[in-house]
Structure formats: structure tokens, C-alpha cells
């Protein structure tokens, strides 16, 4: 990728384009040259970011404010698996790697989104100082009893996935942004599908499945918000189409809500996570 | 409708009993077609129409613009998974689990739902069902299922992530998004089939997001499988 080289070739018809980049030409043409993939992978938002602000334009604020939501969410995820993984005693040897797999997989979302974000100019939100995983009270052994981890793992992966659907209108159109977004959301699918399956085989939750179930298949009745609200997962009319049933194939009803994960609103989602000190 | 006709009880059995056989030649998978079509019609499908001369022909399968035409390219990759999934179900690979023929036919049910809903959405603006040509895959083999399905999966996820941002009505981008994570979650499973923890595996980029493809690009691969021609010129490239 020849950044620096279109750089040049826009001076050609704007002399002053390092002008207009300055003061931040030097960091800039070190972040293009810096062999990582981290930085490569960013490079569209740097150079976005780049243009935007040498042009006077700007990066639109609702798409910062779904970055930084995602970053808040993400933190969180990542703090769960690392202190889920380090905890004496809780992850059995033999899921260990799959956990620190996930735990892997959410740092590089934070660190990811974080670039991200301060590409575009902005500040990326920090991280809580503290959490508190068991919902004040409500997972009184989550970091003690590896079936309730698991469970918690799945409800907060499930609820992940939820979020990001519900904003991804907000970056319609966004190619750079939208794909991004949308690609952070299937990895989220992804870990949630693992991490049931672990709870199946491990006999935790022996008749749960990857996808989920109707509403709340969790076991657990303190997480039917993460399942419910205005859209809830067990919905199965589609854009006023009944899935149940639909053109007379025998598509069961549990079909139909498996079948389409749903949306939470912003609004929903910080209720849910309020109690663990994410908002 | 004809080769639902034509599948007698009899010669099922038959067609059960070459399932043993470690081939599935061009011949066998005809017939299959007709087991697959047969059983489509227990659960009421009538859209595999994989010997169906009348959808082959030389004009080709237009998808159409703007967000009808990314509606009709889900709709064609729906309608491949579905009838993938219709033939596995129907012709089980040798040593499947009963586990196993739970996941299959939960996906199969997933993939007809999300075909059904295309079809029904686009209404008139639908593209008609495609010829499919499954000759490459050896559906008594658990290698070369799982190994199809794995490609199928994590080809419609990259394809839904690499289109959401062309689609100009956010209901269209809701409802692909509340598929393509149901696909991410098949995925994830058929690859935990294939190798434990490789739910990720080669389809995250170095910051753990999903990998996307473009309508081409996806095509491209698709098109393996896929007799009928596609003409996707119309669609948006943003």
C-alpha cells in the first residue's frame, strides 16, 4: 500500500496538502510506515481521519458516539475474561485456551476501536476503574463457580451481538465504519456460539444450542432483559413477515426465533450492563 | 414437481442403501436431487430445483440494483445453503451423531426460514430458484459436508458483513444483520465440528474482526456451486 506515495501525488495538485496536515504530517507518514498489522489494518480510518480533518471535515459525531458505545462494551468483555482466566481455580484446564482465546479476541476489539476512535479525533472512553461481575449480588460465584462464568459469558456474548445489531443503522453507509462494525458484531456471534457449545458439552446446560432458543434459553431468569425487550429474541415476524410456518413449510416456531438474532436498544443495553458498572 | 412424482417409496430405499457407497457419482446425485426433493416436500419446500432444465438456460439469473439487487444476492446464497443443507439432512454422512442431525436440521430450518423471507420480501422483484451443482461434494463423506458447510457459512458472513454498507434502507441493514450473526453462529459450530477452537480460525484479521468480501468476490466462489448464471453488473459498488 502505497500511502505516502498518493500523498505525493496529491501534492502535485495541492502543494499545501502537508500544510493541512501538519503538525501531524510526521506522525502520520511514521503510522503508514510502521510495519504492524494493527496499524496497517487501521490505515483506512487513518487516512479518513487524515482527509476529514485536512479538508475540514469531520468524521459525523453519531458514528463516534456508536464507537465509543462498542469501546464501552468491549472494555467490559475483555475485563470479564481476563479476570475470569486469572481467577485461582475457576477455568478448567481444558478450557482454557478457548477462554483466553476469547479473552485475546476482545483486547484486540478495545485496542482496535481505540485506534479507531482516536483516528477519527476523538478521545476513546476509558476503561472503568473497577467492575463489579456479579450484578451487584446477582452472580454472587461468578468468579468462583465456573458454570455460573460460563453462563454469565454467554448472556453478556449474547447481549454483546445484540448491541452492536441495534446500532448498526446509525453507520448506514459508513463502508469503512459499518463493515467494521459489522465484522466486530459476527466475532461476538462467533464467541457466543463457542461459548454455549461449551456449556452443552461440558453438561452445564446440556440442551442448549449455538443460536438461540426462543427468548431466554439460559436457565438463568435473571437475564430475561438480555433476552426480552422491545424486540425480543423470541420474535418471529420478520419486516411483517411470519417466519412461523412461512409459505406453508413446516418451519416450527423455534425455528423461526432461532433463526434471526434481534436487536437492544442503546437504552436497553445500559440498563442491562448498569449493574456491573459498565454505564 | 415431476421429480417429486417420480421419488417412490422403493426406490428410496435404494437411494438409502447407495449411501453406503463411498462415490456419489453424477448419476447418484440426480437421484438424490429427487430423495432431497422429496423430503423438501415433508417439510413443504418445493425450491431444489437442482433438475429443473428450465432455470438453466443461457439468459441467465439478473439480481437486479441498488438494495432489491442485495436483497436478491442474499436470496441466491440462501437459497444455496438451504438446498445444501435439504441434501445433507436428507442423505446423512456416514457416522453422523444424533447430535449432529440436530444441528444439521436446526441450520436447514434456519437457511429455508432466511430463503422463505427473501422470496416473500422481494415479492415480484425475486429472482426465480437457481440450479445448484453439488458434484463436487461427497454427501456420505462427514469431511466433505462439514467441510462444505464450513466454506458455505463463513462465505455468507463475509458476504453479509462486505454488503451492509450498500444497502440504503436501515431496515434492509437491520433484518442482514440479525441473519448474518445466526450465520456467524453456524460458523462457529460447524467449525467446532471440524477442529475444537477453531471458531475464529482463519476468518478474523489481525484485530479480530470478521473478514468481508465483496458481491464479486463472493460470487466468484459461489458460482462453484451454482449452474444457473448470475448477473450481478447492476449492483451497487458504493
Same mark, same amino acid.
Given at each position: 500500500?502505497?500511502i505516502?506515495?498518493?500523498?505525493?501525488?496529491?501534492?502535485?495538485?495541492d502543494?499545501?496538502?502537508?500544510?493541512?496536515?501538519?503538525?501531524?504530517?510526521?506522525a502520520m507518514?511514521?503510522?503508514?510506515?510502521?510495519?504492524?498489522?494493527?496499524?496497517?489494518?487501521?490505515?483506512?480510518?487513518?487516512?479518513?481521519?487524515m482527509?476529514?480533518?485536512?479538508?475540514?471535515?469531520?468524521v459525523?459525531?453519531?458514528?463516534?458516539?456508536? %464507537?465509543?458505545?462498542a469501546?464501552t462494551?468491549?472494555?467490559?468483555?475483555?475485563?470479564?475474561?481476563a479476570?475470569?482466566?486469572?481467577?485461582?481455580? %475457576?477455568?478448567?484446564?481444558?478450557?482454557?485456551?478457548?477462554i483466553d482465546?476469547i479473552?485475546?479476541?476482545?483486547?484486540?476489539?478495545?485496542?482496535?476501536?481505540?485506534?479507531?476512535?482516536?483516528?477519527a479525533?476523538?478521545?476513546?472512553?476509558?476503561e472503568?476503574?473497577a467492575?463489579?461481575?456479579t450484578?451487584?449480588g446477582t452472580f454472587?460465584?461468578v468468579l468462583?463457580?465456573?458454570?455460573?462464568? %460460563?453462563?454469565?459469558?454467554?448472556?453478556?456474548?449474547?447481549?454483546?451481538?445484540?448491541?452492536?445489531k441495534?446500532?448498526a443503522?446509525?453507520?448506514?453507509?459508513?463502508?469503512?465504519?459499518l463493515?467494521?462494525?459489522?465484522?466486530?458484531?459476527?466475532?461476538?456471534?462467533?464467541?457466543?456460539?463457542?461459548?454455549?457449545?461449551?456449556?452443552r458439552?461440558?453438561?452445564q446446560?446440556p440442551?442448549?444450542?449455538?443460536?438461540?432458543?426462543?427468548?431466554?434459553?439460559?436457565?438463568?431468569?435473571?437475564?430475561?432483559?438480555?433476552?426480552?425487550?422491545?424486540?425480543p429474541?423470541?420474535?418471529?415476524?420478520?419486516?411483517g413477515?411470519?417466519?412461523?410456518g412461512?409459505?406453508g %413449510?413446516?418451519?416450527?416456531?423455534?425455528a423461526?426465533?432461532?433463526?434471526?438474532?434481534?436487536?437492544?436498544?442503546?437504552?436497553?443495553?445500559?440498563?442491562?450492563?448498569?449493574p456491573?458498572?459498565?454505564? | 414437481m415431476?421429480?417429486l412424482?417420480?421419488?417412490?417409496k422403493?426406490?428410496?430405499?435404494?437411494?438409502l442403501?447407495?449411501?453406503?457407497?463411498?462415490?456419489?457419482s453424477r448419476?447418484?446425485?440426480?437421484?438424490?436431487?429427487g430423495l432431497?426433493?422429496?423430503s423438501?416436500?415433508?417439510?413443504?419446500s418445493?425450491?431444489?430445483?437442482?433438475?429443473n432444465?428450465?432455470?438453466?438456460? +443461457?439468459?441467465g439469473?439478473?439480481l437486479?440494483?441498488?438494495d432489491?439487487?442485495?436483497?436478491n444476492?442474499a436470496y441466491?446464497l440462501?437459497?444455496?445453503?438451504a438446498?445444501?443443507?435439504i441434501?445433507?439432512?436428507?442423505?446423512?454422512y456416514?457416522g453422523? +451423531?444424533?447430535?449432529?442431525?440436530?444441528f444439521? +436440521?436446526?441450520i436447514r430450518d $434456519?437457511e429455508?426460514? $432466511?430463503r422463505?423471507?427473501?422470496?416473500?420480501?422481494?415479492?415480484?422483484s425475486?429472482?426465480?430458484?437457481?440450479?445448484?451443482?453439488?458434484?463436487?461434494?461427497?454427501?456420505?463423506s462427514?469431511d466433505s459436508v462439514?467441510?462444505?458447510?464450513?466454506?458455505f457459512?463463513d462465505?455468507g458472513?463475509?458476504?453479509?458483513?462486505?454488503a451492509?454498507?450498500?444497502?440504503?434502507?436501515?431496515?434492509?441493514?437491520?433484518?442482514?444483520g440479525?441473519?448474518?450473526?445466526?450465520?456467524?453462529? $453456524?460458523?462457529?459450530?460447524?467449525r467446532?465440528l471440524? +477442529?475444537?477452537?477453531?471458531?475464529l480460525?482463519?476468518?478474523?484479521d489481525?484485530n479480530?474482526?470478521n473478514i468481508?468480501r465483496?458481491?464479486p468476490?463472493?460470487?466468484?466462489?459461489a458460482s462453484?456451486?451454482?449452474?444457473?448464471?448470475?448477473?450481478?453488473?447492476?449492483l451497487?459498488?458504493?
Open positions: 500500500m502505497k505516502v506515495n498518493i500523498l505525493d501525488e496529491i501534492e502535485k495538485v502543494p499545501e496538502i502537508y500544510d493541512r496536515l501538519s503538525p501531524r504530517r510526521r507518514q511514521q503510522f503508514f510506515r510502521v510495519g504492524s498489522k494493527v496499524a496497517i489494518a487501521a490505515v483506512p480510518f487513518g487516512l479518513g481521519s482527509f476529514n480533518k485536512a479538508y475540514g471535515q469531520s459525523p459525531a453519531g458514528v463516534i458516539a456508536v %464507537l465509543q458505545y469501546l462494551l468491549e472494555h467490559f468483555e475483555y475485563r470479564f475474561y479476570t475470569g482466566s486469572s481467577a485461582a481455580g %475457576l477455568v478448567p484446564a481444558a478450557d482454557k485456551a478457548a482465546m479473552r485475546d479476541s476482545e483486547l484486540k476489539h478495545v485496542n482496535f476501536l481505540r485506534t479507531v476512535i482516536s483516528a479525533g476523538a478521545t476513546p472512553v476509558a472503568k476503574p467492575y463489579d461481575f450484578a451487584m454472587p460465584t468462583t463457580s465456573y458454570s455460573t462464568f %460460563l453462563a454469565v459469558a454467554q448472556v453478556l456474548e449474547d447481549t454483546g451481538v445484540r448491541a452492536y441495534g446500532r443503522g446509525e453507520l448506514k453507509n459508513q463502508k469503512v465504519y463493515t467494521a462494525a459489522l465484522g466486530i458484531h459476527a466475532v461476538e456471534a462467533r464467541h457466543a456460539a463457542k461459548i454455549r457449545y461449551m456449556r458439552l461440558s453438561g446446560a440442551t442448549i444450542k449455538p443460536w438461540i432458543t426462543g427468548g431466554n434459553d439460559t436457565g438463568i431468569a435473571a437475564a430475561n432483559g438480555n433476552y426480552g425487550g422491545a424486540t429474541e423470541s420474535t418471529v415476524v420478520q419486516a413477515i411470519t417466519i412461523t412461512i409459505n %413449510l413446516a418451519i416450527s416456531a423455534t423461526a426465533s432461532e433463526a434471526f438474532d434481534e436487536p437492544l436498544t442503546t437504552q436497553e443495553v445500559l440498563d442491562l450492563v448498569r456491573f458498572g459498565v454505564s | 415431476e421429480i412424482n417420480r421419488s417412490k422403493e426406490e428410496d430405499r435404494t437411494l442403501d447407495d449411501l453406503t457407497q463411498k462415490e456419489l448419476r447418484k446425485f440426480l437421484r438424490f436431487s432431497a426433493g422429496a423438501a416436500l415433508v417439510i413443504g418445493s425450491t431444489l430445483t437442482a433438475c432444465k428450465d432455470d438453466g438456460g +443461457t439468459d439469473v439478473n437486479g440494483s441498488g432489491i439487487g442485495i436483497l444476492y441466491a440462501e437459497q444455496l445453503e438446498a445444501f443443507y441434501q445433507v439432512v436428507a442423505t446423512p456416514s453422523i +451423531t444424533p447430535a449432529e442431525t440436530m444439521m +436440521t436446526d $434456519h429455508i426460514a $432466511h422463505e423471507f427473501f422470496k416473500n420480501a422481494l415479492g415480484a425475486a429472482i426465480r430458484s437457481l440450479e445448484v451443482d453439488f458434484s463436487s461434494i461427497n454427501f456420505s462427514r462439514l467441510g462444505t458447510a464450513r466454506a457459512e462465505l458472513v463475509s458476504a453479509y458483513d462486505g451492509g454498507y450498500l444497502l440504503q434502507d436501515v431496515n434492509y441493514l437491520l433484518l442482514a440479525k441473519i448474518v450473526s445466526v450465520e456467524a453462529r $453456524h460458523a462457529a459450530l460447524i467446532e471440524i +477442529t475444537p477452537n477453531s471458531f480460525g482463519d476468518q478474523v489481525a479480530s474482526v468481508s465483496t458481491p468476490e463472493v460470487l466468484a466462489i462453484t456451486y451454482i449452474k444457473s448464471r448470475i448477473i450481478a453488473n447492476q451497487p459498488t458504493g
